[in-house]
C-alpha cells in the first residue's frame, strides 16, 4: 500500500516552515529564466518582491496565445504565475488561483491590488480561492469552464494525482490545454519514502514515475501529451541524496490537450501543417514540443495527432493544416532528428 503525507503536514510546510525560497532544502523546487519569453520576462519584472521571495516553483509552465481566456492556476502559492498569465491575457481575460494554504493566499491577496494596478488591469481579473486541486467542483470550478490550466510544481504534492488530472479533463473546454512544470522521477520512489515530511514538502516523495504518468493520462483519455523541456536535478544537499539519491529526479514541463480523436501512436494520414505567424513572441518558429519546431511559412509532414493539436486548438488561427483522417498509411515515424538522443524522461506515447 502507497504510503502518502497527510495534507496538513503539506500545509504547514508551505505555511509555517518555508518562509522563503531560502529555507528549501534542495533545488527541486527552484527554476530560473532560462528560455522565458519576452512577454513573460517583462511581466516577472513587474512582480512584487514579496510574492517572488515565496515562490516554490520548478518551470514556467505559461504558454502563449492566453489573450482573452480564462485561465486555472493550481496551487498558485503567491500568485506569482497567476499575475503574469493575468498580465498576457489581458483586460478581457480571467485567471484563477487555487491554492489550499491561507498563509500563501494572504500574500497574494494583499499584492493584487498593488499588482494588478501596476500592469494596468482590473484586480477582478484575478480571484484566488481556497480549495483543493482534486476537488475543483467544490471551489466552484464548472464543467467546461477553462481554457487553459497550469501549475507550477505542485501536482507531485497531491496524495490523489488521479484525482487532479480527471478534474483538470473535466473543467478544461473542448480544445483546451493543460500545461504544467513538475518533478518527475526515473523510477518508482520506494514506498517508505513516501510519508517523508521533507523529502515530500521538498517535492521528491510524491514525484510521479513518468511511465505512470503516461499511463493515468491514457485511462483518463488523454493517450497523448508532450513534453516542451526536461533537465535533470542536482538536489544539492548531502542529507537528502543519502536518503533519496538513489532515485533520479528531473523537472520536466508537460502540454497535453483536451481533443476527443487523439491516439496512442503517432499515426500517418498524410497530413502537413505550416506555421502562419503571428504568435506573439514567436516570430520565426514555434515550438509545439521539445520534438517539433514549426518554421514560419514551411510546411512539415505530421503524424494525426499532431494536426489535431495544432488545428483544433487556439492554436489553430496560426497554422494551416492540410488533409484529413480519411487515408492512413500506416505508422508516422515521429521520433528525433537524426543524431538527436532519446531523452529516457521523455513524454507521451507519441512524440
Known amino acids: 500500500m502507497t504510503q502518502t503525507l497527510n495534507k496538513d503536514a503539506i500545509k504547514e510546510y508551505y505555511g509555517t516552515i518555508l518562509q522563503g525560497s531560502h529555507d528549501l532544502k534542495t533545488s527541486a523546487c527552484s527554476c530560473t529564466d532560462e528560455g522565458l519569453s519576452p512577454s513573460i ?26 489573450d482573452g481566456c480564462t485561465v486555472l492556476d493550481l496551487g498558485c502559492g503567491t500568485g506569482r504565475d497567476v499575475f503574469v498569465a493575468a498580465k498576457l491575457a489581458g483586460p478581457t481575460g480571467r485567471v484563477i488561483g ?19 494596478d501596476r500592469y494596468g488591469l482590473d484586480p477582478n481579473n484575478v480571484d484566488f480561492r481556497q480549495g483543493y486541486m482534486e476537488d475543483l467542483q467544490t471551489a466552484g470550478i464548472a464543467d467546461q469552464s477553462v481554457d487553459v490550466v497550469m501549475s507550477n510544481c505542485v501536482i507531485n504534492l497531491s496524495p490523489d494525482k488521479e ?26 520512489v520506494p ?38 523541456s526536461s533537465r535533470p536535478l542536482d538536489l544539492g544537499s548531502a542529507e537528502i541524496e ?21 491516439e496512442d501512436l503517432c499515426e500517418d494520414y498524410g497530413q502537413t501543417a505550416t ?31 499532431t494536426a489535431a493539436m495544432l488545428e483544433e486548438t487556439r492554436f489553430g488561427k496560426h497554422f494551416t493544416v492540410t488533409g484529413d483522417r480519411s487515408v492512413h498509411y500506416g505508422a508516422f515515424d515521429c521520433g528525433p532528428a537524426k543524431g538527436e538522443q532519446v531523452k529516457e524522461t521523455g513524454g507521451g506515447a507519441c512524440c
Not at 280 to 289: A, E, G, M, N, S
Open 98 to 116: 487555487i491554492d489550499m494554504t491561507d498563509q500563501q493566499l494572504e500574500v497574494a491577496r494583499r499584492n493584487t491590488d498593488s499588482q494588478m
Open 191 to 228: 514506498l517508505h519514502l513516501q510519508a517523508d515530511p521533507v523529502l515530500h514538502g521538498e517535492c521528491l516523495a510524491g514525484a510521479m514515475y513518468h511511465e505512470d504518468f503516461r499511463r493515468l493520462l491514457l485511462t483518463l483519455g488523454c493517450p497523448d501529451y508532450r513534453v516542451l
Open 163 to 188: 484525482a487532479v488530472f480527471s478534474e483538470i479533463f473535466r473543467v478544461l473546454k473542448p480544445g483546451g490545454e493543460l500545461i504544467f512544470s513538475d518533478v518527475f522521477a526515473g523510477r518508482r
Open 242 to 262: 543519502e536518503k533519496i539519491g538513489m532515485v533520479d529526479f528531473y523537472s520536466v514541463t508537460v502540454r497535453a490537450f483536451k481533443l476527443p480523436a487523439l
Open 275 to 305: 506555421y502562419d505567424g503571428g504568435i506573439t513572441d514567436w516570430p520565426h518558429y514555434f515550438d509545439l514540443d521539445e520534438r517539433h519546431r514549426f518554421l514560419t511559412g514551411k510546411s512539415m509532414l505530421v503524424c494525426g495527432n
Open 41 to 66: 520576462k517583462a511581466a516577472l519584472a513587474g512582480i512584487n518582491d514579496e510574492v517572488i521571495q515565496r515562490f516554490y516553483g520548478c518551470g514556467s509552465p505559461i504558454p502563449p496565445l492566453l
